[in-house]
């Protein structure tokens, strides 16, 4: 709960709206925090508060109200065509657009903050008045101070009543002795004496003996504590109007203990309350509106200011749902929450003043693509992330191994690469066979039939040549295929119709490869050659260059 006027009162001047340009930096780290904020301003100066209203704004020919005269008199309404109420409307203007809802007070701002916060409805009251725990509030929060190495005041009425003895009625007691909104204090009382009075009497009865025997009691106390010491007559005359004071203020004494006690606000169950705990959405539209008006900001810049906050929170959020969820003994994935996670990977890991970060990329978030936001809130969220972002990152630095071939497979390629060699030498010896029908494997007949095939003549001469090595016993030049041909004469004709003879075949080294792989010359003239020769020939040469470069 945020009472705004305070906010206000300790903020800038309104020159150049720098009052406002500083709110909403407050409440930017606010909202990043996960600050779920109510502003609640004051409604009507209540009656009693009316003298202390006028001496404040320095009306000094105006008499103070007295007791009698405050019968009389209503709550009076605020001046709202005043410069300060509408530093209130454009703040409250500038909350909604933030998501941020108001309640607008009956009277008290900070007696409203105090009667949610006493029912647990808020974890806490921003205001800088002190009288927010005579009304009640258990959390106090003074003096925030933003950005690095900044803090936050806080007072805990826990820490009050153990460390001081003090609870809410003798605080009451002490705003009535000293002085507060609604009382000028009682002369001849300061700090000590009227801590020394409270103390003595006790909390629980101090307010009750103060409403029926009237500020009188706090002269028997003042006595006794003199421990039997005879008043003087300068002493008695000294206090002869402070007598009168005790003796005349009994009705104004219970007007302020019930204005404390029963201050006029809503009730927590009411619906005014029960509408601002809802939460409200962030409205960008708005909020590029409002920059522009009073910031002359650019829509650009506003999402660039105001757009990552947003994201932590909505981070935040599923943190907390997450956490109570497995308080609960529910514990479920980041994709089984029934809330969608707000973040969709992890981009990179980051450090920030010695504090690490996690640059995520945002789901569904108009305006803004990835930001930086704290590693511990990523790992309360969503650790799923983390990991996935982890494995990615293992993956990109471990080296590829290319597997080198086994032996064995070096044998079947090798294989399979001889076999295709001979499909298309056999397969270019049936294509020649289509222009003659016979050769002769002489220069004679060479010359009686000009007209056969060149490639066919050279790769007949390679296999007899072939085939005379394999007789001579030269094992280390032998061929890679070893022919058993039936001998024959100058003048034996070959049918090349027919289907080839048997080729046995042998495993040879690499080198002996690459022997057997020069033997075969092609021609290099295409004149006798038809154009499905030339095309089986050029892919014959292209097949066998391949060959080498691998060999190689």
Known sequence: MVQLQNVYKSHCPMKDKLYLKGLFHRLRALIALNCSLIFVTDGSIPAIKLSTY??????????ALDAGNLRNVSSVKRNMGSEFSCMIKEAKFLGLALGIPCLDGIEEAEAQCALINSESLCDGCFTSDSDAF???????YRDICLGEGGYVVCYEMDDIERELGFGRNSLVTLAILLDSDYTQGVRGFGPES?????????????????????????KKQKSS????????DEYKEKNADHDRDLNGSKFNLLQVIDAYLKPKCYSADSEVVQRVLALYPFNRSQLHQICAQFFDWSPEKTDEYILP???ERNLRRFANLRSTSSKIGVHLLVNEMPVKCPVSSIVKQRKFQ?????????EDMDGLRSSSVPADLVESACPEKILEFQQRKAQKQKPIRRSRPKKADKRAEMEEIDKKLRELLLEIEQDSSTMINTVSLGESVREKIPNISPVAMDYQKMRLNTESESRNGESSGSACYSTAYRSMGTDDIIDLTSPPPRVDTRVVSKCQEVRCIDVVELSDTDNDMS?????KARELRSFIANIRDEIS
């Open 225 to 232: 504590n003199k421990k039997g010491q005879t008043l003087t």
């Open 309 to 311: 906050k947003i994201a």
């Open 194 to 218: 009227a801590c020394q009075i409270v103390k003595s009497i006790g909390d629980s009865a101090v307010l009750q003996r103060f409403a029926s025997e009237g500020l009188s009691i706090a």
């Open 134 to 140: 005579l009304f009640g509030a258990r959390t106090v």
């Open 354 to 362: 010695g504090r690490d970060y996690f640059e995520v990329s945002w």
């Open 54 to 63: 006028r001496r404040r704004l320095n009306a000094g020919n105006e008499a």
């Open 531 to 535: 154009p499905e020769h030339a095309r």
